[in-house]
T-cell receptor
């Protein structure tokens, strides 16, 4: 079984719709991240959470919100989707408590298309 | 904040040794990570350098020079399966989130 899972894997929606992307992990890691990937732009950080009560904005948080429902779950919402939010979205985890938080573990990604 | 630069593309033939460079500008420096991403896949961790010098993991090695704000990933005996994008990443601060470089697309030719 995958350690970091994302649902859905693919989603097509229309402008103005509210969308939620979900991420779950069984690794027991304290830190979770949401990234967006666009061709040629690498991975850009949207939000990150160092524990359930610690949520921080990343480089490109405008138009997005998150919820850390439990240590194992971190959801990303697009309140009113727009076409330039069409991208590949990755969830990732890392383990600060082991001292190896330089290694992030990524989910399989969600391909989102906003029409 | 952090700013990382990488070449956009590198091409080499099978069996070659390939070096992918990463330069960074930081307000503080706490290490450099490398990730591999195949088309359609998720990034996977390759290596991390906290200190100057070379770290070796099989055919992959990573080097860091803090004084030059520079690091590189070295792939030996290039194989077709190494064709992928490679990203360097550095933390914003001690124990903080990582910033990723734009990625280098490596193409291995037969």
């Amino acid at each position: 079984d995958a350690d970091v899972t994302q649902t859905p894997r693919n989603r097509i929606t229309k402008t103005g719709k509210r969308i939620m992307l979900e991420c779950s992990q069984t690794k027991g890691h304290d830190r979770m991240y949401w990234y967006r990937q666009d061709p040629g732009l690498g991975l850009r950080l949207i939000y990150y959470s160092f524990d359930v009560k610690d949520i921080n904005k990343g480089e490109i948080s405008d138009g997005y919100s998150v919820s850390r429902q439990a240590q194992a779950k971190f959801s990303l919402s697009l309140e009113s989707a727009i076409p330039n939010q069409t991208a590949l979205y990755f969830c990732a985890t890392s383990d600060r408590t082991s001292g190896s938080d330089y290694e992030q573990f990524f989910g399989p990604g969600t391909r989102l298309t906003v029409l | 904040g952090q700013s990382l630069e990488q070449p956009s593309e590198v091409t080499a033939v099978e069996g070659a040794i390939v070096q992918i460079n990463c330069t960074y500008q930081t307000s503080g420096f706490y290490g450099l990570s490398w990730y591999q991403q195949h088309d359609g896949g998720a990034p996977t961790f390759l290596s991390y350098n906290a200190l100057d010098g070379l770290e070796e993991t099989g055919r992959f090695s990573s080097f860091l020079s803090r004084s030059d704000s520079y690091g590189y990933l070295l792939l030996q005996e290039l194989q077709m399966k190494d064709s992928a994008s490679y990203f360097c990443a550095a933390p914003e601060g001690y124990g903080q989130n990582f910033v990723f470089g734009p990625g280098t697309r490596l193409s291995a030719l037969p």
